[in-house]
């Protein structure tokens, strides 16, 4: 019987010592990196190019109002970068990092057809909504990032991330890095790869990629709240470990003006406000949440993550409520069996004291999320969950 | 101590033990010197995951046989042979030599996995658990590749006696 162990040694004997010194890999290393970003840079600007390209050939924009409309031809398939193209030139520019998935998410029936839910909204298409909407402000977003990992209701940290729309390529945004407190760090893009689609790309310095997809929307209507869908459908792939603690840092929270300043909850005494499903006192319409319930999507957690700071054209954070008092802006989370760990998110604005939507912000409709009655939204009261009318 | 100096530490003391896991996995010496330098320099690229790891040792070692079992499709059409000419005047005698290289060709008759496995928990002596941690499958794969690999590894031996190590 041969000894395979010894065989081994004595063939592996046979190796010369390494003969390219440390200095020389090092140096190999560097330039390796720094190929690397150059060549993601590259890769992400053809996508920059292309989007663009893309809007350029999106169609006419209407004003109305305050909010803008894209009517835009079908986008020829060779104007816009595939999902397979990307992906392609991603693993060539990060041949190191583990590609973990691309997803398509399933389009959602509520965005046919439901053009009108969006009033309110400045729209163009892609990114541009949130560039028109926020008057090339950055805009402040709280992400919210959700580990498959975690327990059923138990909350993600929430990181507070900036972002803004670039005026000289609007398909795109810069961008978001998200900040964890253990340090990890995520950066984000997030590409209109046609007017009807977006593409978000994180990666992490934990060496992976995540490339997710969102399509099938209607042409020229990117409502606010999709890209944070997408943001929140890549880490959630991506499985960046997060604790479950905390919510936005209330210092990196704009501060409202005048009455609103004394008016305005605090994070910590949002807390406990709305935790449960049971228990959600700001949501406007409860047989939204049964519909959205029975549609398989179950409500985890509700949390108000921050004060507003703009919708329908009006800049929250230097205003008030309708009745001088802070808006707050709540997000409900929701789970949804076809996209396990991802968590839905919905926008409502909320004023604090009077219990009233005040937001014309129907996204939350499109969202599966809690749905106001029009009229009732129009006369800026919605009824109160208990069933106990207008506050 | 800085990145660049803890990264050259380490380099300089797995290199050659590196290079010695990849000739057994390639077979020649130019490919394992290829196949070494591509994991160090991909370990300084990511030095700081590389350093933070619970093994450092294991993450390149991971790298490696990555890249090995990756080259796979690239290197379809390069010719995977043993050297012809053993370098006998490295030591021993002529015997110690053919001996060697029979071993190194019997090896190269393995299918890369089998070889990987073998060469990982064999040569390099890791468990079943840190096998399938760097080859990135199960460990009852890992059982089912080994044993693969070693019966037909001692019946190419066996087919081919000389002053081999027998027990």
């Known amino acids: 019987m041969i000894d395979v162990e010894s065989a081994l ?18 140096a190999e290393g560097r330039r390796r990196r720094a190929r690397r970003r ?52 991603l693993a060539e520019a990060l041949p190191e990092y583990r590609l973990l998935a691309t997803r398509q998410l399933p389009a959602d029936p509520m965005l046919e057809g439901n053009d009108s839910l969006y009033s309110g909204h400045r729209r163009i298409g892609g990114l541009e909504a949130n560039a028109a909407s926020t008057q090339n402000r950055a805009l402040s977003v709280n992400w919210q990032v959700v580990s498959p990992g975690l327990a059923d209701g138990e909350i993600p940290r929430i990181v507070e991330a900036q972002t803004r729309t670039d005026p000289a390529a609007p398909a795109v945004a810069e961008p978001a890095e998200l900040i964890f407190a253990d340090g990890g760090r995520i950066k984000t893009q997030v590409l209109q790869t046609a007017v009807s689609s977006l593409l978000a790309v994180s990666w992490a310095d934990n060496g992976t990629v995540v490339v997710a997809r969102l399509s099938g929307l209607p042409e020229g209507t990117v409502p606010n709240g999709d890209a944070d869908r997408l943001f929140a459908l890549a880490h959630a792939l991506a499985g960046i470990p997060l604790d479950g603690t905390a919510a936005v840092d209330p210092a990196t929270s704009p501060a409202p003006a005048g009455p609103a300043a004394a008016a305005a ?4 005494s949002l807390e406990g406000f709305g935790r449960t499903a049971d228990t959600m006192p700001i949501v406007g319409d409860p047989q939204s949440r049964t519909n959205a319930e029975a549609a398989g999507r179950r ?12 919708i329908g054209g009006r800049d929250w954070t230097k205003d008030t409520g309708p009745n001088g008092t802070g808006v707050v802006r709540a997000l409900y989370l929701y789970s949804d069996p076809d996209m396990p760990g991802l968590l839905h998110a919905s926008t409502v604005l909320f004023d604090w004291v009077t219990r009233q939507v005040v937001s014309t912000d129907s996204q939350r409709s499109a969202r599966g999320g809690p749905k106001v009655d029009p009229a009732s939204e129009q006369a800026g009261r919605v009824p109160c969950p208990d069933g106990s009318g207008p506050a | 101590m800085t990145d660049d100096q803890a990264y050259a530490e380490f380099a300089r003391a797995e290199m050659d033990q590196l290079t010695r896991v990849a000739l057994l996995l390639t077979g020649q010496q130019q490919a394992a010197e290829d196949l070494v330098q591509e994991t160090l320099v991909r370990a300084y690229v990511h030095w700081k995951k590389v350093a933070r790891a619970d093994s450092p040792r294991a993450y390149v070692r991971r790298t490696m046989t990555n ?8 290197d379809r059409a390069r010719p995977e042979l043993l050297g012809s000419v053993p370098d006998a005047a490295l030591d021993g005698g002529y015997g110690q030599v053919d001996a060697r290289a029979e071993v190194r060709q019997a090896l190269l008759a393995l299918p890369r996995r089998q070889r990987t496995a073998v060469v990982l928990r064999h040569y390099e002596h890791m468990t079943e658990a840190e096998t399938a941690r760097a080859m990135g499958c199960a460990v009852g794969t890992v059982k089912s590749l080994t044993s693969r690999g070693l019966a037909s590894l001692r019946n190419l031996l066996d087919a081919a006696p000389s002053d081999r190590t027998r027990t």
């Open chain 1, 38 to 89: 150059a060549v993601l840079a590259s890769a992400l600007a053809a996508v920059v190019v292309a989007g663009a390209a893309t809007a350029a050939v999106g169609g006419v924009i209407q004003g109305r109002d305050d909010e803008l409309v894209a009517t835009a031809p079908p986008v020829p398939s060779a104007a816009a970068p595939t999902e397979a193209a990307l992906v392609d030139a």
């Open chain 2, 67 to 74: 890249a090995f079992l990756r080259q796979k499709e690239r």
């Open chain 1, 299 to 310: 409500i985890l957690d509700c949390v108000s993550v921050s004060r507003a700071v703009e």
């Open chain 1, 9 to 26: 040694e004595q063939a592996a004997g046979t190796a010369r010592p390494f003969p390219i010194p440390a200095d020389r890999l090092i």
């Open chain 1, 265 to 268: 909850p605090t994070v910590q």
